[in-house]
């Protein structure tokens, strides 16, 4: 049984850094040639989020799943209108490698309530070994703070500037492993 890594992607894998970087600007330009040439919509849809997610930090995020064994239940607003089969193809054309096993449901309320949802109605002791108010397998990456209490431990919170940076990457390594710090 994987960890589970609940993923958010505005300000964890984009992030100001991504649109000032090269990846972002080589994207703007590429957009303006896709726009005179004849591509499939799928295709200009798939380069559209390719140019929105930073490669740096998905190789990253890459080898952090990698690393704990994580899969992946995406959070972000990025999961309204998309099924798993679209957010996994997105992200695999994006360079991801990891295994998007779920999106939690909007409800409209905070994030936490939401993620707290998912635990409850996936988390089960035939698939887990345990109930979901005894899982502690999983991390939340994201840069809004509206989680809840019982989150604090599991919460990793990034900024809009910097997004997914290697330290929290080896923070929550450590937190998997049971590494104090």
């Known amino acids: 049984m994987n960890n589970i890594i609940f993923l958010d992607i505005d300000g964890v894998l984009n992030c100001q850094l991504h649109y000032k ?6 994207y703007k330009e590429a957009k303006k040639q896709m726009r ?3 591509k499939s919509e799928r295709i200009y849809r798939l380069d559209y989020y390719k140019g929105q997610i930073s490669s740096e930090r998905i190789e990253w995020f890459n080898e952090l799943c ?4 994580a899969d992946v239940v995406i959070s972000s607003t990025w ?9 996994q193809e997105i992200f695999n054309y994006c360079g991801g ?7 939690t449901e909007h409800l409209g309320y905070e994030r936490g309530i939401e993620i707290s949802k998912w635990l409850k109605d996936n988390i089960k002791p035939e698939t887990y070994g345990c109930h979901y108010f005894d899982f502690y397998r999983y991390a939340i990456i994201d840069d809004d703070s509206d989680m809840l209490l019982n989150q604090e431990m599991h919460f990793f919170k990034t900024d809009g500037y910097s997004g997914l940076t290697p330290n929290i990457c080896y923070r929550i390594k450590r937190f998997f492993l049971h590494k104090t710090f």
């Open 79 to 87: 999961r309204m209108g998309k099924s798993i089969e679209e957010l």
């Open 21 to 26: 970087s090269l990846q972002f600007k080589d």
């Open 97 to 103: 490698t990891f295994n998007i096993i779920s999106k």
């Open 36 to 38: 005179k040439d004849v």
């Open 66 to 69: 990698k690393d704990v064994e």
